[in-house]
C-alpha cells in the first residue's frame, strides 16, 4: 500500500496562488505516476494535471493550462501542484493520486490521498 497525504490548501482572494503538496510514505514513491484531481459539490471527481513516475512528461486538463504547474521531487516522497491566477471556479477539494501510468480517468488511479480543501473568493 502507498499513503498519501495533501496539504497547502486554504482560502485565497481570486488572483492569488497556493501550493499544494502531495507527499506519500515510504520510499516508491518515485515508481509511479502521481495525478491531481478536484470535486467540488455534486460533482464528478475532475482531472487537473499529472506526472510521469520520472517527472519528465506532464498532462494538463484545459481549464488549467498555463496556469497551473505539476512537478515533483523524487527525494522527499513529495508531488506539487503550484497554481496560479486562482478562480472562484478552481473551488473544491483536491487530491493527489497515485497509477501505474498518466491517465485523465480517476478510476484508473490506485491509491488516493485524503484530499484537501482550496477555498478561492472573489
Known amino acids: 500500500q502507498v499513503q498519501l497525504v495533501e496539504s497547502g490548501g486554504g482560502l485565497v482572494q481570486a488572483g492569488g496562488s497556493l501550493r499544494l503538496s502531495c507527499t506519500a510514505s515510504g520510499r516508491t514513491f518515485s515508481i509511479y505516476a502521481t495525478g491531481w484531481f478536484r470535486q467540488a459539490p455534486g460533482k464528478e471527481r475532475e482531472f487537473v494535471a499529472a506526472?510521469?513516475?520520472?517527472?519528465?512528461?506532464?498532462n494538463y486538463a484545459d481549464s488549467v493550462k498555463g496556469r497551473f504547474t505539476i512537478s515533483r521531487d523524487s527525494a522527499k516522497n513529495t508531488v506539487y501542484l503550484q497554481m496560479n491566477s486562482l478562480k472562484p471556479e478552481d473551488t473544491a477539494v483536491y487530491y493527489c493520486?497515485?497509477?501505474?501510468?498518466?491517465?485523465?480517468?480517476?478510476?484508473?488511479?490506485?491509491?488516493w490521498g485524503q484530499g484537501t480543501q482550496v477555498t478561492v473568493s472573489s
Open positions: 506526472i510521469a513516475s520520472s517527472g519528465g512528461y506532464m
Open positions: 493520486a497515485a497509477g501505474n501510468i498518466v491517465v485523465r480517468s480517476a478510476n484508473a488511479y490506485l491509491y
